[in-house]
């Protein structure tokens, strides 16, 4: 099984930046996915994540209405867009597959990991 994660990046506050994570190996569509974010000294930490249908997500609330999580099972690829981002998003950012319907903020709750991107915004 591999999760490979693209498209981090350095931004500007207030700019955009969208993620990407392909998955092989496994069936994707029994998968939820999570992407988690581990800044630099601190724990890492659950961002967001979406059902296996695609149906239903769950964001935290300190990005609620700047990120956005999206899957496209016919291309094993799950997204994480980001929009107006601040220099607190800065952080490592590793997408993680769990084999069950619902999702899940617990990391130990998930199968794979992909080996992450770094994200940096710049005040």
């Known amino acids: 099984v591999q999760l490979q994660a693209s498209g981090g990046g350095l931004v500007q506050e207030g700019g955009s930046l969208g993620l990407s994570c392909a998955a092989s190996?496994?069936?994707?569509?029994?998968?939820?996915m999570g992407w988690f974010r581990q800044a630099p000294g601190k724990e890492r930490e659950f961002a967001a994540a979406?059902?296996?249908?695609?149906?239903?997500?769950y964001i935290i609330n300190s990005v609620k209405g700047r990120f956005t999580v999206s899957r496209d099972n016919a291309k094993n690829t799950v997204y994480l867009q980001m929009n107006s981002l601040k220099p607190e998003d800065t952080a490592v950012y590793s997408c993680a597959a769990r084999n069950a319907i619902s999702t899940s903020t617990d990391a130990r709750s998930y199968n794979y990991w992909g080996q992450g991107t770094q994200v940096t915004v710049s005040s």
């Open positions: 979406i059902t296996r249908s695609g149906l239903s997500t």
């Open positions: 190996g496994l069936t994707f569509s029994l998968y939820a």
